[in-house]
């Protein structure tokens, strides 16, 4: 079975063929001047137009860390002016050249050649990708971040910190300040208040969330009862994206209250 193709694979494909159809609806024109086949033209370059855009901006989110996103922005706002400035330049010299027609040809013919070459240095793009997956996947099984949408999960999963604790271990100490959140990836923990045992949580739960969103100190102690893995979410992180959302901020509290009502029947 083939595998399955990933985001940046599927959009880097969608990119190559939107710039292709760019301009062949152009040399279309060339070739059957009438009026019918130039309305359609027009259409498929601008729906081709919208799809490299949203295509182009998606794959510079998911390969460009943040911090250099802005100047890469600018660097494209860039070169898109002066290939604009050239294009206006070069036009009315070709078509004086070779004539209307063939400076359509010519023109439909460019962008896709340039599409094949980009579609084959783009190739390396998955490996390039600043998502991290695993990140990703963990924090899509916890139900408060079900509702966010892609870009917030895309930025908590840059967030999250791997972290491990043994058997034994204490992940939070009651009465401590709440400074990170934990999604479980696998083990087994232990929730007390005290002494007394509220809860276990396993693979695809969360703890934390009390201390972060009630601002108060930690409410239970939470001990690893085997080997377990986890993702940590510092509090500005965590409380930004959930806060964030009204849907998760709701699921968020509603969690909360259920969890405060458990603690103190």
């Known amino acids: 079975?083939?595998?399955?193709?990933?985001?940046?694979?599927?959009?880097t494909a969608t990119f190559a063929v939107a710039l292709a159809w760019w301009s062949l609806p152009i040399a279309l024109v060339a070739l059957a001047p009438v009026p019918t086949v130039a309305v359609g033209a027009i259409a498929?370059?601008?729906?081709?137009?919208?799809?490299?855009?949203?295509?182009?901006?998606?794959?510079?989110?998911?390969t460009i860390p943040s911090p250099e996103r802005v100047a890469v922005l600018g660097v494209v706002e860039g070169v898109v002016g002066?290939?604009?400035?050239?294009?206006?330049?070069?036009?009315?010299?070709?078509?004086?050249?070779?004539?209307?027609?063939s400076a359509l040809v010519v023109t439909g013919a460019t962008l896709p050649v340039v599409a094949a070459v980009i579609w084959f240095l783009l190739a390396r793009v998955p490996a390039l990708s600043v998502v991290p997956r695993e990140q990703l996947a963990s924090l899509r099984m916890v139900p408060v971040f079900s509702p966010l949408p892609l870009g917030s999960l895309e930025e908590l999963a840059r967030a999250a910190m791997p972290m491990s604790f043994a058997t034994g271990d204490v992940l939070m100490r009651e009465g401590e300040p709440g400074d990170r959140y934990l999604v479980l990836t696998d083990g087994l923990v232990e929730v007390l208040q005290g002494d007394r045992p509220l809860r276990r949580c396993g693979a695809g739960d969360g703890v934390g969330e009390i201390a972060l969103l009630r601002r108060?100190?930690?409410?239970?102690?939470?001990?690893a009862l085997a080997p377990t893995r986890a993702y940590a979410l510092d509090a500005n992180a965590f409380v930004s994206a959930v806060t964030g959302h009204s849907l998760a901020a709701a699921m968020a509290e509603a969690l909360v209250d259920e969890r405060l009502e458990r603690a103190h029947p």
């Open 1 to 11: 079975m083939a595998a399955a193709r990933l985001p940046e694979q599927r959009m």
């Open 44 to 62: 498929v370059v601008g729906l081709s137009n919208a799809v490299l855009d949203v295509a182009g901006y998606t794959l510079l989110q998911r």
């Open 82 to 101: 002066i290939g604009v400035a050239t294009g206006s330049f070069l036009s009315p010299i070709l078509i004086g050249e070779v004539g209307l027609r």
């Open 216 to 223: 108060v100190a930690r409410t239970a102690t939470v001990r």
